[in-house]
């Protein structure tokens, strides 16, 4: 039996939905790197960082070939980039929407009214 697509969507966005792996695909964008290469930019320690490459390998997102002892990563389908570019346009437009919000309520101003549970003082 087959999954629903929104199933297989929500598993995909799933095994992106971790910082590291994110970050391994920006670096990626670059061309192909090793695990060597990829720790000191990752900021995660060697076991962790081959656990999320492993995800992503075992997701088809990633793969793998070896060049001598070395093993080194690229992503199967480029498109990948384009996704996360449309991910940061959207974070990009609601924080500048945020933003601007904010800069209208720092330049509203209130009518100074007694704070609930204090008592005005006696005249």
């Known amino acids: 039996m087959t999954q629903p697509i929104y199933q297989v969507k929500a598993d995909f966005f799933k ?3 971790h910082p590291g ?3 391994v695909l920006e670096l990626l964008r670059d061309g192909e790197r090793s695990v060597g290469e990829l720790i000191p930019e990752v900021g ?3 076991s962790h960082l081959s656990q999320q490459l492993g995800i992503l390998r075992r997701a088809n997102i990633l793969q793998s070939r070896k060049e001598g002892s ?3 990563y690229s992503v199967t389908d480029p498109r990948i980039f384009d996704l996360l570019e ?3 346009a959207i974070l990009t437009s609601t924080l ?3 933003r601007q919000l904010l800069a209208e309520l720092e330049g509203l101003e209130f009518a100074e ?3 609930p549970g204090r008592r005005r003082a006696a005249r």
């Open 113 to 115: 009214r007694p704070h």
């Open 86 to 88: 449309v991910a940061k």
């Open 44 to 46: 995660l320690e060697a």
């Open 15 to 17: 095994t992106l939905a």
């Open 96 to 98: 500048a929407e945020s």
């Open 70 to 72: 070395t093993v080194r």
């Open 21 to 23: 792996r994110i970050r």
